[in-house]
Structures are given as C-alpha cells and as structure tokens.
C-alpha cells in the first residue's frame, strides 16, 4: 500500500483529532493512529475507547489498505519536516511504514488495523442541529464548574436537557452551578444526556473558528458529533443528574447591580490576600457600597477595597470563595452583572444584566460561612 500526501496538511488532521490520545491507554494499540485508504480518502481515527475523533482527507492512492501508526513519533516527525509531498509506503506482511520525503527516509513499525478496536455508529437515534459558534459558546460557560470527583460520576460531565423549546446545559461540582439554556437550538423530541468533560474539551479545541454547522446524533449510549471532515463520538455518562432545578432559589429579592470587570479586578486583588485553603473573600453590601474584604490569620495578612453599586434590599454580609467567583466572572461576557441574595447561608445568584436573546444563563454559588472577625 502507498499514498501521497501534504506533510503539512496531515500534521493539521493529527494534531485536530490527538488529544483523544492517552499516554497509557488500556490496550496498547490505542497508542496508533488508525489510517484507512477507500478509494483516494484517507480516514484516520483515534481513541481511548471513551471517546474516538474520526477525520478524512484526500490522498494520492491506487490501492486501498489499512495500518495503524504509532502516534508520537509520526507527529515527531511531521513537526518536524518542512512543508512537501511525503510518500507512504506499507508493506501489509511486516505492518512496517516508511516515510519518504525530498531529502530523507524514515522507516518505523506499525501494527494490524484490525486489532484497532472498532468505533461504535449511532443508529435508531435522534439527532439536531445547532451552529459552531452556540456549541462552543455553551462550552465554554459551564465546563469549567464540572466536577473531578470521581465518585459522582454524573457531575463530571455537562448535562443536556433537549427540548422542543429550548436546550439546557447545566455543569455543577456542588460548590457552584451554571445553567446556560438556548432558545435557537430545539429538538422534535425531548431528551438529555450527560456528556464527559474531556469529550467537550476536546471538541471545543476542534471547532473551527468560523461559524459552521455542527450535526450532533444521540442514543441511549453515544453521543455522536459531526462538522466539516471531523467526527467524534463519545460515550455518554449513564447516570442520573442531581435534580438542579430544585437547587436555585426563587426567593432572592436582595438584588446587587455592579460593574463586572470592576468587582473581577477587585476580587483578584483582594484574593491575594484570602486564606489560601479556603479562598474566602467577605462581600458586605451596605446600601449603594459593597466592601470586599480578605484576611489570612496565619499570616496577619489583609485587605480591603470599596466599589460603588446599585443595590436594592436590605444591608447583608456573605462570605464566597474567591476561586470559584473569580473563574465564573472570567467566563462571563456581560458588562454589568446582577448578584441576587437572600441570606448569609443561602446560595448567591449571579445573571447578567443584558444578554442576548437567544440566551439565557445563571451562575449559582454556595456561600463560605464567615467566621465574624471584626
């Protein structure tokens, strides 16, 4: 077997679909890419059995075959070599690949396509459309609140509630909560899925940055995405979500307007200055003034800022962790922000106060209970 192909050209499909690779996956093989050559079309795959990114690209070939190829050292290798016409050569007894280019030869072992465990399709399944842009933009806003605890393996992943209205993506870790609804993404039929977080973060550096369409198809088990020549499939997390709806509360009256990059340059100060095992940062909101305050008694560190803001309700004092309001305020895009309390001991929400019409989103944070220094 031998095909023709732009060095360059196939080092960008590698490094788009790559990081599904892991160091030490389960089987060995799963180290290699898997190259499939139908009739001129190159299909390459990768997996860790989890998830598998699928690209195809047009190639020089008279015959068809297929080989799997050591993942490191032919990135290595392609990084490596200027841009040109590289020739592959693989002898289909031996499994062994030799690489050909203007002024070299690099020759390496590869294994039997057929080892390469086989990618599942998703059929009888449901499928719905929605733009690059909206996919990354729902992403991006609450992938960063999942959860690492192993333990709950449902809130690793970002839940996605399908309705023939809107669709709902929600990301919780307990300490916080982001639901992000969209009313230009619908489905005929309702249904939700918890997809895992390294699946999204893989798609999300895959995406193109030009707005495209995204195909997405779903079962019981597989999520399955498509755009331009990339595909990925995922296994979906098959467990039940917390029922977060029962979470926010729709009792706080006690509403704060604020500039946000003002309050996010503020925490980001002050936090400087918090206990750094538990990050905590003291908001007292004293008619149209909120004074941020921090304070490390180990190391009779602290620190204090006033801001001016709108504020209707009575005078309250609470106590965040800075981490986690700093991160959600860093992956907000409004410029003035609503954070709406009740009491000292309840959970804070955070809206933004203009937003875009097709969207909808809502930052709840749990409070760190204050130890009253005064």
């Known amino acids: 077997m031998k095909f023709i192909v732009s060095s360059s050209y196939l080092l960008k499909q590698l490094s788009a679909i790559n990081g599904v690779i892991t160091t030490n996956p389960v089987v060995p093989i799963l180290e290699n890419f898997l190259f499939e050559i139908t009739d001129g079309t190159l299909t390459i795959t ?3 059995l989890q998830t598998s990114m699928i690209t195809e690209l047009e190639v020089e070939a008279k015959e068809n075959g297929s080989i799997a190829i050591p993942a490191k050292i032919l990135l290595e290798t392609l990084r490596n ?4 016409p590289v020739t592959f050569s693989i002898d289909a007894d031996t499994y062994s690949i030799e690489i050909n280019s203007d002024n070299g030869r690099y020759k390496l072992s590869g294994e039997n396509a057929t080892d390469f465990p086989k990618i599942p399709t998703v059929s009888d399944g449901y499928a719905v459309n929605m733009s690059s842009g909206v996919l990354a933009q729902a992403i991006n806003s609450t992938i960063y609140a999942t959860s690492n605890d192993e333990l709950r393996p449902a809130m690793t992943g970002v839940y996605i509630k399908l309705d023939e209205t809107n669709t709902t993506f929600v990301a919780t870790d307990s300490h916080r909560l982001i639901r992000y609804r969209r009313v230009d993404i619908a489905s005929d039929m309702a249904h939700n899925m918890i997809i895992p977080r390294k699946a999204l973060t893989l798609l999300k550096s895959t995406l193109p940055s030009e707005n495209t369409n995204v195909n997405l198809e779903f079962n019981a088990s597989n999520a399955f995405f498509s755009f331009n020549n990339v595909k990925m499939i995922c296994r979906l997390i098959d467990e039940r979500f917390p029922d977060y709806e029962n979470v926010i509360p729709s009792d706080n009256e006690n509403a704060m307007n604020i500039n946000k990059s003002e309050l996010l340059s503020s925490l980001k100060r002050i936090a400087i200055y918090a206990n750094k095992t538990t990050h905590q940062v003291r908001l007292k909101i004293t008619g149209s003034e909120l004074l941020i305050s921090a304070e490390d008694l180990d190391f009779s560190n602290e620190a204090s800022e006033r801001l001016s803001c709108e504020h209707d309700g009575e005078d309250i004092e609470i ?7 700093i991160e959600m ?9 609503t954070l709406k309390l009740n009491a000292p001991n309840r959970a804070g929400i955070i809206l933004p106060v203009e937003k875009d019409e097709n969207e909808d989103i809502l930052l709840l944070v749990m409070p760190v209970m204050l130890n009253n220094y005064v």
């Open 81 to 84: 070599l200027p841009e040109q």
């Open 329 to 337: 305020l860093n992956n907000m895009d409004a410029e003035e922000i």
């Open 46 to 48: 990768a997996s860790d």
């Open 319 to 325: 106590g965040f962790n800075a981490k986690f309001l």
